[in-house]
């Protein structure tokens, strides 16, 4: 099986979910929101076909990882690619986080996507609002977005969000500009 990749695995990512992650990016969004950081993933055309297989064996080589991230374009639209790499990274020992446009309440009704779902721990859902982009929020790009714990949603047949990245940041005085300088 092939997936179509806008780009090789980064590793090392600190922005995209909690951790230190590995960031797969799919090429081929059919969303299309205005103002996306990733616009030149939205074609389904462009990017290159990578066999499954050799993102699974470059995902056995990481080191000092968290877990991946299915970003992009939109993994959902190559749920069954997505489902072998989200198995072979639990198997591996990393967690799974995902980025889509989809809802949950979309995902959940696709027989396909379901199955997707069941190996995603984290999902952050929802199109990009341009209107409520947002610095003050974790791990998300506009206020609507949802940072959704499947495994507890998935038992308890409803959504469980998990709280502690849907508060807005707050401020650390450690990050926090001192107004004097000692010289």
């Known amino acids: 099986m092939k997936i179509r990749l806008a780009a090789g695995l980064q590793k090392d990512s600190i922005v995209d979910g909690e951790g230190i992650r590995t960031v797969i990016w799919t090429q081929g969004c059919p969303h299309n929101c205005k103002g996306?950081?990733?616009p030149m993933t939205h074609s389904f055309e462009d990017g290159a076909l990578i066999e499954v297989e050799e993102v699974i064996e470059e995902l056995k080589q990481l080191k000092g990882q968290t877990g991946i991230t299915l970003s992009g374009g939109d993994p959902v639209c190559q749920s069954d690619a997505c489902l072998e790499i989200a198995r072979a990274a639990h198997s591996l020992g990393l967690n799974v986080w995902c980025y889509t446009g989809f809802t949950y309440e979309q995902m959940i009704r696709n027989p396909k996507h379901k199955k997707l779902l069941e190996e995603i721990d984290i999902l952050v859902d929802g199109k990009f609002i341009l209107e409520k982009k947002s610095?003050?929020?974790?791990?998300?790009?506009?206020?609507?977005?949802r940072i959704i714990n499947v495994k507890a949603s998935l038992e308890k047949e409803m959504v469980v969000l998990e709280k502690r990245y849907m508060e807005?940041?707050?401020?650390?005085?450690?990050?926090?500009?001192?107004?004097?300088l000692f010289i």
């Open 36 to 38: 996306c950081h990733n």
């Open 135 to 145: 610095y003050d929020i974790y791990f998300r790009g506009s206020t609507n977005q």
């Open 168 to 180: 807005n940041k707050k401020e650390d005085n450690h990050y926090k500009k001192p107004e004097y």
